[in-house]
């Protein structure tokens, strides 16, 4: 029985790798899908026929709980909240490693890990490590889901010696986690988990708006490593390969997104970023004076062009736009214009937000660009139509040494001979900083409501 729960567990990691790298691209994304519920399936089975495992009819019942809980979220979620589900499921990563943490230190017998006070001593450091990297997941990922979700401010909360403080926690917790393992201590794992969880809500605390992809999946890695130490603990080689993929995995993806944006990951985790309007303000544009348009005017634009590139941001998920954005692109092609759509790595509040969304509309995905395969074609687009995007797009990445953006990699929409920007108002976005783009002689401003905005056009076209 040993060695086929070894084969199936084989056969379930295997599954896992491929569940990757199908979600590597959009066409492959539901065959990826399919590989990693099929691995969970296998996995899930194998565990219940072990024969140490007991209580098999209370585990059903918590799956057929847990089951039914997130069919009905699959069911019901809108497409523009999954990043705010992203954070909550991995909140509950943590806290399920927090909680096997906790039943292993209490009842290690069950575990195979030693006795009451007399636990391994390898066991106690990777429990130790779990418990605490799965605490600082599960009060990270509920800050990241109240910013997310408009519960509290997106703008960094900072205060006078904050990483100093930080830093301390920090070392205090290494040292609570080595006196853990050496006195296995009720009162020193509680301290651990309780240290864990503070550390959890002030590292997120700091992070703006602009930067919540990164921390996005920054969290998933940490989940990820939370259930690989986890699974040292129960001594299970699937939860450990299955948590390390996810580490590893998370920890890359930030490491793109970071990249993606000009940033040292180090820099975001410690400092945030933006989140506090640019001197001007919302109201106050100097001698500035924007060109205000309306659908008329950028349907009769667009109709007349020859390429038309599409720059879809957080705005167009907001409004739920992507379908009257795809209708307008179809009404486009049948009169001959050749339109493409342009991605940036951190649009949107989770990496790929933007390619779901449309996704979602049925948009075809040869039409979707990385910012590094279109951004050389914006200076022989006619028009660069940008929906409810803003900081990607800003020119001062590129120009302006003071700006906060300043190095972070942007879509050069500016090049294109007529830019249409919608957007509800000439407001900063959500890194608070000016966009100068506004103000040029070839943008043209269409404020209103993205799908409003977006349907307007499409009458207009008929």
């Known amino acids: 029985m040993v060695t086929l729960a070894s084969l199936s567990y ?30 969970m399936a296998l996995a899930i089975i194998t565990t219940l026929l072990l024969p140490q495992v007991g209580g098999t009819f209370w585990i059903l019942i918590a799956i057929a709980i847990g089951g039914s809980i997130g069919t009905y979220i699959a069911k019901t979620i809108d497409m523009t909240e999954l990043p705010q589900l992203m954070a909550g499921f991995h909140s509950l990563v943590g806290l399920a490693a927090v909680c096997v943490a906790a039943a292993a230190f209490y009842h290690p017998e069950a575990y195979g890990i030693g006795t009451k006070n007399d636990i391994h001593f390898a066991s106690m450091v990777e429990m130790s490590l779990g418990l605490a990297i799965g605490a600082i997941t599960f009060t990270g990922s509920i800050i990241a889901w109240a910013k997310l979700e408009g519960r509290m401010s997106g703008k960094p909360i900072v205060f006078e010696g904050q990483h100093a403080m930080n830093a301390i926690l920090g070392v205090s917790l290494f040292l609570l986690i080595a006196i853990l393992c050496l006195t296995e201590s009720s009162f020193i794992f509680w301290i651990v988990a309780l240290l864990s969880m503070a550390i959890g809500v002030l590292i997120i605390i700091p992070i703006g708006g602009a930067d919540m992809p990164v ?24 939860l450990i390969i299955t948590g390390a993929l996810v580490g590893a995995s998370g920890a890359i993806l930030s490491y793109i997104m970071c990249k993606g944006m000009n940033r040292s990951f180090i820099s975001v985790i410690l400092g945030g970023f933006g989140g506090e309007q640019a001197a001007g303000g919302d109201d106050d544009h100097g001698d500035r004076n924007a060109k205000i348009g309306s659908a008329e005017d950028a349907a009769y ?25 795809r209708e307008m692109a179809d009404m486009l092609k049948h009169e001959g214009v050749d339109v493409k759509y342009a991605i940036h790595p951190v649009a949107g509040r989770m990496p790929g937000h933007m390619n779901v969304l449309l996704a979602e509309a049925n948009v075809p995905y040869d039409e979707v660009f990385e910012m590094e395969d279109i951004n050389r074609e914006f200076a022989q687009a006619d028009v660069a139509y940008v929906i409810g995007a803003n900081d990607i797009t800003n020119p001062a990445a590129k120009n302006d040494p003071t700006s906060p953006i300043y190095g972070m990699p942007v879509l050069d929409v500016e090049k294109a001979k007529t830019v249409l920007f919608v957007k509800r108002s000439l407001g900063t976005g959500y890194a608070g900083i000016d966009n100068p783009l506004f103000f040029t002689d070839n943008t043209m401003m269409l404020l209103d409501d993205a799908k409003k905005m977006t349907e307007d056009i499409i009458k207009a076209l008929e």
């Open 301 to 325: 634009i667009m109709k007349n062009a020859s390429k038309v590139i599409i720059i879809p941001g957080y705005g167009m998920a907001v409004a739920q736009a992507q379908h009257a954005l």
């Open 10 to 39: 084989i056969v379930a990691s295997v599954l896992f790798i491929l569940a990757l790298r199908g979600l590597s691209h959009p066409e492959t994304a539901r065959q990826g899908l399919n590989f990693g519920m099929f691995g």
């Open 215 to 238: 921390i996005v999946s920054m969290l998933n890695s940490y989940s990820g490593w939370a259930a690989a130490g986890i699974g040292f603990t129960l001594h299970n080689n699937l």
